[in-house]
């Protein structure tokens, strides 16, 4: 396990042989791409509705193909409410992707979009905010792309948590390494996301997750 250090939250599960690695602070963890992931078991605090938030973690990499998932929150498929941040070198860009449901509407879909893949096998901060009305999906601080929300909750009915470096139904696996990863209630300004980048340390804010990767317990 590794510890989630959000108000409340029990640990995480780290399956396979994810292993310890230098990152931003201290250690992080690496991913071989065959079995090895972090599961975040399910609670409600999780769930982060219709409300604005922020999704952020450091990432480095050089695969050059495959899906590459980051961060996946909700459910699987593409009727489901989610969240997913996924890697795509083939493409040369990471996708987020976000599903929403709202009443009885059928569901909808938005995807952004960076425009590299950042598979230069250094360390990267991603962000993906839900403010305003809008998305916005920032590499570094500096690079950002956005596109119009898509009203509606992100996790109605998911009971499934989060899942780090890989595909919730498990079909693909992430190859590279993951350091301090973070969910928050709010949507950080471009000021946090700059502060965050030059320091690796979380702004204040409501904590949804935290997971600093530094530290894996063997039961």
Same mark, same amino acid.
Request: charge should be neutral.
């Given at each position: 396990?590794?510890? *989630?250090? #959000?108000? &409340?939250?029990?640990? @995480? +599960?780290?399956?396979?042989? %994810?292993? $310890?690695? =230098?990152? !931003? ?62 890697? *795509?070198? #083939?493409? &040369?860009?990471?996708? @987020? +992707?976000?599903?929403?449901? %709202?009443? $009885?509407? =059928?569901? !909808? ?66 190859? &590279?390494?993951?350091?301090? +990863? ?38």
């Amino acid at each position: 396990t590794t510890p *989630d250090r #959000a108000p &409340g939250a029990r640990p @995480a +599960t780290v399956l396979g042989g %994810a292993r $310890a690695t =230098p990152g !931003v602070l201290g250690r992080a963890l690496a991913f071989d791409g065959a079995d090895d992931a972090v599961q975040v078991p399910f609670r409600a605090s999780l769930a982060l509705g219709d409300a604005p938030f922020t999704c952020a973690l450091w990432f480095r990499y050089d695969a050059t193909g495959g899906e590459q998932p980051l961060l996946w929150t909700g459910g699987s498929g593409s009727r489901s409410p989610q969240v997913t941040l996924v890697g *795509d070198p #083939a493409h &040369g860009r990471i996708t @987020a +992707t976000l599903t929403t449901v %709202a009443g $009885a509407a =059928p569901p !909808v879909t938005t995807e952004l979009s960076t425009a590299g893949a950042y598979n230069d096998g250094r360390w990267h901060l991603l962000a993906l905010r839900r403010t305003g009305g809008r998305l916005l999906l920032t590499v570094d601080a500096t690079a950002t792309t956005a596109a119009p929300d898509v009203p509606g909750s992100v996790s109605r009915g998911s009971a499934f948590g989060v899942r780090l470096g890989e595909r919730l139904d498990g079909r693909a696996r992430f190859t &590279g390494a993951l350091d301090e +990863t973070v969910v928050l209630g709010r949507a950080l300004s471009d000021a946090d996301l700059t502060a965050l980048h030059a320091t690796g340390r979380t702004p204040a804010g409501p904590v949804v997750l935290r997971l600093g990767l530094d530290r894996v317990t063997t039961p």
